[in-house]
């Protein structure tokens, strides 16, 4: 069994910063590329940012370029998405998934049961 797991959200004022950790533990061989995705309320689910093994990324949405920074320590299966200067328009439940190489050397697609962002005015 193969789980990813996040932590870090809660609430904050605009302005301010949190640290969004997505935690893969489990039967796992390797972990490839993390993703963070977010739902904000009345939208669809949208990627945020992606990061390979290797530790090629990118942040997909204009409004976070220069306020998010998505991470990971390869050691300890974890990503990171740093989010700084807050908004309102942040506020949504935070997702990670990750393509996940288990030690029966299926490859999985998993996801995460998300964190909840909520940014205060």
């Known amino acids: 069994q193969v789980q990813l797991v996040e932590s870090g959200g809660g609430l904050v004022k605009a302005g301010g910063s949190l640290r969004l950790s997505c935690a893969a533990s489990?039967?796992?061989?390797?972990?490839?590329?993390m993703l963070w995705y977010r739902q904000t309320p009345g939208t669809q689910r949208e990627l945020v940012a992606h990061?390979?093994?290797?530790?090629?990324?990118?942040i997909y949405i204009d409004s976070l370029k220069g306020r998010f920074t998505i991470s990971r320590d390869n050691a300890k299966n974890t990503a990171f998405l740093q989010m700084n200067n807050l908004r309102p328009a942040d506020t949504g439940v935070y997702y990670c998934n990750a393509n996940i190489k288990g030690q029966d050397l299926r490859t999985l697609d998993v996801w995460g049961q998300g964190t909840q962002v909520t940014v205060s005015s």
């Open positions: 489990g039967s796992i061989s390797r972990v490839n590329t």
């Open positions: 990061i390979t093994r290797d530790g090629d990324q990118a």
